[in-house]
């Protein structure tokens, strides 16, 4: 244990450290080993939830390495652990998540959500289902005066079915198992949903997201599985569609009653919203379509009047990672903007008066959390390194900004304790698998290791070796930021094949994986033991390196972003690492995208790609993807969408390509792959098609034994094309 606590670079209460020691050179590990039912990397810690008085901390954990989480708590004092629910060893299925979600109820008492059910375990262990009518229950959240469950279920359909949809309820904290949940918002059409909810400080009012999808399409995906037809319909609008409207509601606990509160426009996104501390006035983050108004409003609660707080409009726009929450003492609103050039905190104290910076910097906030209590505002950013996630702290009335995190390079995800104590945050590096970590806010010091999730195994391996590099575009000198991966016994002699990917938008992260949206760690480390080097580049558009970078994604899908990439390609080349004829590149979704732009544009760069649930045609994204591909209307169209969709470049691919996709992808849709494949087929241009039956748009995903055949399959046509020297 000591050896790899020292690597981690925590402190474990009890555990003396010791020298750490070089780790054994082991034979790489194939794709079945390593994406096995017990993960050599052990099970991330999730479901962070702390007590009332900040004393412990519950987590959802596997310290067998299976993906079935049990309950645990962490007592903060004591530094003890212990598990307090065993429902992993009854559980049937090996690939079940366990335990979603867990609350503190005060006195010993928890509540949990079991495969979409309500559970209640007493202070004496005993287990007991409420809410059996209930299905998919989740997001629980305790009043901050411990009296009241809130949380959203489905609505319960016909036949003892589940229809879409959700209904916040709410339920006495401390009733027992006989007493029902009432019913507060949603539920009488399935189309009219709770999205989500907050509660008021004082625990007498919940706000909450009511999602209006009526006005919306919904369409059928026909896909064939397990020897039939199926069809997952889903609402799901194109650009220029009628799209999901937001209300954000207000509910008196007591009395019933329900105002609503719609954004400036009510089409607008809502970002996030927010009561005063005195419950008497509600925020509302909002912005149009295409992110390029940010609009903040706020409400009286009571007389539901509105009032234009903030507006800041910027044509060329396309990051809309906007916050913002209430100042303390509800002193105006704490706003989280890149009208400076640079995603920072400011503090606006009354409507249309102009934002008063709290943090400067050619760095970026990525989120923050008001400790109204002492005046304190803490953050995340990257400060440190664009590949970083610390945590720092900034006093709500300005003044010098503290690192709080310890000096340990990575990416922190912290859940702040009541008091602002502790955070529990889950950690990783790019050496270290996700752990829970304690860092104590007031008075520094060592991070506290909660957990050890790797298995014992994980030592006995040669792991990348990681490396970052700077270097400026070919196209138009901008600086770039590049994520490398190394074999262990790279040897600078040499010339390697290389694999730019998987290509996304904020892929250079300091944590293990690098992406967490996908289960790409093992085979990124696969490659890596095979010889291969891996390249992922913070292209145009990413978050991190301010307004003006981003900017340059405008309207550019496919262009920009991959001269991006062929910049980190060159890069590599004229380093010596990497012989230019054995370089590939993949990515999904929008880095599908990007791989075949990549091979439509510049033939010969690349000798193969591999393009996963690929959004090939920009007719049929996201309307909120218009934030960067703008409209589908002006005088500019439909040559604006056509430039930035590689339907229409397909013609121009030479280079070997593979497509995978899954036939029940509801984001991209599996027949604009279908409509891609004919194309290249009536072209006569060669390619190999892989067909997940009932794969959703995550593939990687979806199960181990998918998860393996996809990944195989990748290897094995990297290997066919890029041929990389046989290891000694």
């Known amino acids: 244990m000591g050896a790899f606590l020292m690597v981690l670079g925590l402190a474990v209460p009890g555990v003396a450290a010791q020298p750490a020691k070089a780790p054994v050179a082991g034979t790489t590990l194939s794709i ?54 065993r429902a992993a060893d009854s559980a049937g299925d090996a690939e079940a998540i366990g335990i979603a979600e867990v609350v ?41 005066d411990g009296r009241t469950l809130a949380f959203v279920s489905d609505m319960p359909g016909i036949d003892g079915g589940t229809a879409r949809g959700g209904v916040l309820h709410v339920r006495d ?34 706000a909450f997201d009511e999602a209006d999808d009526r006005l919306m399409p919904e369409r059928d995906i026909f896909y064939y599985a397990d020897g039939k037809l199926q069809n997952n319909r889903v609402a799901r609008a194109f650009p220029g569609d009628e799209t999901t409207r937001d209300r954000i509601g207000t509910v008196d606990l007591a009395s019933g009653a329900v105002r609503f509160h719609a954004p400036a426009d009510p089409r607008d996104l809502v970002w996030n919203y927010g009561l005063s501390r005195d419950g008497r006035r509600l925020f509302i983050n909002a912005s149009d379509l295409e992110a390029k108004t940010h609009r903040i409003t706020v409400h009286d609660v009571a007389s539901g009047e509105r009032q234009p707080f903030y507006s800041w409009h910027d044509p060329l726009h396309v990051r809309p990672d906007w916050q913002v929450e209430w100042a303390p003492g509800d002193d105006g609103l704490i706003i989280l903007t890149d009208r400076d050039g640079y995603f920072q905190l400011h503090h606006q104290k009354t409507a ?22 002492h005046g304190q505002i803490y953050f995340l950013s990257n400060a440190a390194h664009l590949a970083e996630r610390q945590i720092y702290r900034v006093p709500a009335g ?80 901008t600086p770039l930021v590049a994520r490398v991966s190394l074999p262990a016994n790279y040897d600078p002699a040499k010339r390697y094949p290389l694999i730019v990917g998987s290509v996304y938008s904020d892929v250079v992260r300091n944590q293990w994986g690098g992406r967490r949206a996908h289960p790409t760690w ?68 929008y880095g599908g995208l990007m791989t075949l732009m990549s091979l439509a544009k510049k033939p010969g760069v690349y000798a193969a790609g591999i393009a996963g649930a690929p959004a090939s045609n920009v007719w049929h994204a996201y309307p909120s993807e218009m934030w960067i591909m ?22 121009a691919i030479v280079d070997p390509l593979m497509i995978i996709h899954g036939t029940r992808d509801p984001v991209v849709l599996y027949s604009d792959t279908a409509a891609f494949s004919q194309r290249l087929i009536a072209g006569e241009q060669p390619f190999e098609l892989v067909t997940l039956p009932g794969g959703n748009h995550a593939w990687a995903s979806d199960n181990l034994a998918q998860t393996r055949f996809a990944f195989k399959k990748m290897t094995a046509f990297f290997d066919s094309h890029l041929k990389p020297e046989p290891k000694p």
């Open 32 to 85: 079945d080993a390593l994406y096995q039912p017990q993960s050599i990397i052990g099970t991330p810690p999730e479901g962070y939830s702390w007590a009332a008085d900040g004393s412990r901390v519950l987590f959802l954990w596997n310290d067998e390495g299976r993906r079935f989480r049990d309950i645990w708590v962490h007592a903060v004092a004591g530094g003890t652990t212990s598990r307090l629910t």
């Open 104 to 144: 503190d109820l005060g006195g010993g008492r928890l509540a949990y959500v079991l495969a979409g059910g309500l559970y209640l375990r007493g202070s004496d262990g005993t287990v007991t289902r409420i809410e059996p009518g209930l299905p998919s229950v989740r997001q629980l959240a305790l009043s901050p």
């Open 173 to 206: 904290a401390g009733a027992t198992a006989a007493t029902a949940a009432r019913r507060l918002a949603g539920g009488d059409d399935a189309r009219v949903y709770v999205k989500d909810f907050q509660w008021a400080h004082d625990g007498r009012t919940i």
């Open 352 to 373: 249309n008066s102009r934002p008063r910076r709290l943090t400067d910097g050619r760095w970026e906030v990525a989120s923050f959390t008001v400790d109204a209590d």
């Open 398 to 477: 300005g003044g010098a900004v503290t690192r709080v995190s310890p000096a340990t390079p990575g990416t922190h995800v912290p859940v702040y304790a009541p008091q602002f104590g502790h955070a529990a945050s889950f950690f990783s590096n790019d050496s270290t698998p996700p752990e829970l970590v304690l860092v104590d806010l007031a008075r520094g010091g060592p991070a506290v290791a909660v957990t050890r999730s790797p298995r014992p195994e994980f030592q006995a391996q040669r792991w990348a070796d990681v490396r970052y590099m700077t270097f400026p575009s070919h196209v138009d000198g």
């Open 522 to 589: 093992g085979l990124d480390q696969y490659l890596v033991g095979q010889g291969y080097i891996l390249l992922n580049v913070n292209v145009r558009g990413s978050w991190g390196q301010g307004r003006v970078q981003r900017e340059g994604q405008h309207h550019s899908y496919g262009e920009t972003d991959i001269n991006d990439l062929e910049s980190g390609v060159r890069h590599l080349v004229a380093k010596g690492y990497v012989d230019p004829k054995r370089v590939g590149i993949w990515g999904s979704s």
């Open 630 to 651: 703008g409209p589908p209307t002006g005088a500019d169209m439909p040559g604006r969408y056509a430039a930035q969709s590689p339907l229409y470049q397909s013609r």
